[in-house]
């Protein structure tokens, strides 16, 4: 079973909870996808719409909360962001990301190293969302962090695993767990990632903005289960010449 | 007196505290997090903390997000 700085979790599919079309349809599509932990983002209480809070709508005895530092462009951002999570209940976990550019939305690996030091000094339990960078993820490991959160491609993307050689090396080097995070645009991405011996998967666009979310999270559930099976399994290595799957013997008669 | 609360400024009563701010604002203290000048209010210290003219006040909640 996965387990992360001694918690486990019997799914490997974590859901990212925003942009779905409504907290109705997110509470079903979380439902269906079997995650147990699911990922929100700290906010100013709008004012006008103070109603608009995600703990009120999930229930917490069933979910476990990773609160991310999304919006966060430098580690002094995120470090705040993160004491304030905590301060609201969030626990001491956290998705450390520190994005300087909306446009990409990849993460600076300068600031978010500074931030994880800070922070895993803290107290807090640090998984960093990180480009798929083998030496950062090292020095993330070195510095405390509980886990590494590659990305496949920039959040949003749905372009899958561009990143799957790094995340090989990232994997095959880690001692702590390796959650793939962003860009799994399909089941076959978050089936991939699990083959290659990812230890999670994180979505979240991918299901929240499906024609169907709920169908959708289903899916991907399956795909990261299916992957899984597949990698516990042991997948065969790639050739370049063919080999027979029929006996190649008793073929006398022909000849 | 003038407290400027999330960006805005807002007419409050004087010495008000947090938890009355809180209560103004119908919101859930259970569900927010208030930073007063910069600095974290803690829960424990909502019906404690007073409010000051000029205070900088900023409310937070969980929303969702990836």
């Not at chain 1, 932990?37 to 909360?65: C, G, H, Q, W």
């Not at chain 2, 569900?31 to 209010?41: N, P, R």
Request: aromatic content about 4%; glycine content about 8%; some cysteine.
């Amino acid at each position: 079973m996965l387990s992360i700085a001694g918690r486990k979790f019997a799914s490997r599919l974590f859901a990212g909870t925003g942009k779905f079309s409504s907290s109705a349809v997110m509470i079903k599509a979380i439902e269906a996808s079997g995650a147990e932990m699911v990922t929100v983002a700290l906010r100013r209480v709008d004012l006008n719409d103070p109603s608009d809070d995600i703990m009120s709508v999930l229930d917490r005895e069933k979910y476990f909360f990773l609160p991310n530092t999304s919006g966060a462009r430098d580690a002094d951002e995120a470090v705040r962001l993160a004491r304030l999570a905590r301060a609201v209940g969030g626990g001491d976990w956290l998705k450390l990301e520190v994005t300087p550019d909306p446009r990409t939305l990849l993460p600076d690996p300068v600031e978010t190293l500074k931030a994880a030091e800070v922070l895993v000094k803290e107290g807090f339990t640090v998984l960093p969302y990180i480009n798929a960078d083998p030496v950062l993820a090292l020095r993330l490991q070195d510095a405390g962090a509980a886990a590494v959160m590659p990305l496949g491609s920039p959040i949003g993307t749905n372009q899958g695993l561009l990143t799957i050689h790094q995340l090989e090396i990232i994997i095959e080097q880690a001692r702590v767990p390796v959650v793939v995070d962003a860009g799994l645009g399909a089941p076959s991405h978050a089936a991939l990632a699990m083959e290659i011996g990812a230890d999670a998967v994180l979505v979240n666009t991918a299901i929240a903005v499906a024609q169907d979310p709920v169908k959708m999270a289903a899916a991907f559930a399956k795909g990261v289960l299916a992957g899984r099976e597949a990698f516990e399994a042991g997948l065969g290595s790639h050739r370049t010449e063919a080999s027979a799957s029929s006996p190649e013997t008793g073929l006398d008669f022909l000849r | 007196m003038r407290i400027v609360c999330n960006g805005e400024e807002r007419e409050v009563d004087r010495d008000i505290r947090v938890a009355e701010l809180i209560r103004t604002l119908e919101l859930d203290p259970a569900l927010v997090v208030v930073e007063c000048d910069g600095d974290i209010v803690i829960r424990d210290e909502f019906e404690s903390h007073t409010l000051k003219e000029g205070s900088v006040v900023e409310l937070f909640r969980f929303v969702g997000g990836g």
